[in-house]
């Protein structure tokens, strides 16, 4: 168990709709990351926030966004979804922003399902 | 561009043999590098990293990789596979201060009795 929770676990939506990923970082994780993983693509980062704050953006569509919460636990949302987007969603969470040292500590995904 | 590059999509090894996983890097400026394991339905495991210092270094569940920056490359291995080990394997390197991982494709591991 790496300390880091997402829900939903599974989700199964249709094509046009919208959905929220839900990512609570480990105790003192300040750094909270958003990865996709699909067959074609791999794993790819999508986005980095830091404290509140976006720090790092990848290849997030503008059909994404994502926030973090003064809690510090962070929401990915995914809108007018495409039959493309089924994929595995992880969130990680570091300690920092700057030290490439950090170690990342993944959750176990949401699985996102578009029919 | 940077990348990361995994030789083979699959290996499959018999159980007591030598697991080897290889993972290249593109870059002239040497990163920090990660081994990371996801099992069937699960999350990425950090193995192992290199930052600094000592080049071989040593993760769990005996597995260790050796950073040869001649090579560009940071190969995972493991002296005696065993039946657990099967999972996807995943090499990562962070370049900039923070910021993204860079994975590689994967290679799935498989353990014959």
């Known amino acids: 168990d790496s300390g880091v929770t997402q829900t939903p676990k599974h989700l199964i939506t249709a094509t046009g709709q919208r959905v929220t990923l839900r990512c609570s970082p480990r105790?003192?994780?300040?750094?909270v990351y958003w990865y996709q993983q699909s067959l074609d693509q791999g794993l790819q980062f999508l986005i980095q926030y830091y404290n509140g704050e976006e720090r790092a953006k990848g290849n997030i569509l503008e059909r994404f966004s994502a926030q973090q919460f003064p809690d510090l636990h962070s929401e990915l949302n995914l809108s007018s979804l495409e039959l493309g987007d089924s994929a595995l969603y992880f969130c990680a969470s570091s300690v920092g922003a700057t030290s490439r040292a950090d170690t990342q500590y993944f959750g176990p995904g949401t699985r996102l399902t578009v029919l | 561009a940077q990348s990361v590059t995994q030789l083979g999509s699959h290996v499959s090894v018999s159980e007591g043999a030598l697991v080897l996983l290889r993972c290249n890097y593109s870059?002239?400026?040497?990163?920090?590098l990660f081994w990371y394991v996801q099992y069937p339905n699960q999350g990425l495991q950090l193995l192992l990293k290199y930052t600094t210092g000592a080049t071989l270094v040593k993760g769990i569940n005996g597995f260790e990789a050796e950073f040869k920056k001649s090579e560009t490359s940071f190969h995972l291995t493991k002296p005696s596979a065993h039946m657990s080990d099967a999972a996807e394997y995943f090499c990562a390197v962070r370049y900039n201060q923070g910021g993204k991982l860079i994975f590689g494709q994967g290679t799935e591991l498989s353990v014959k009795p």
């Open positions: 870059s002239s400026v040497p990163p920090y």
């Open positions: 105790s003192g994780d300040l750094s």
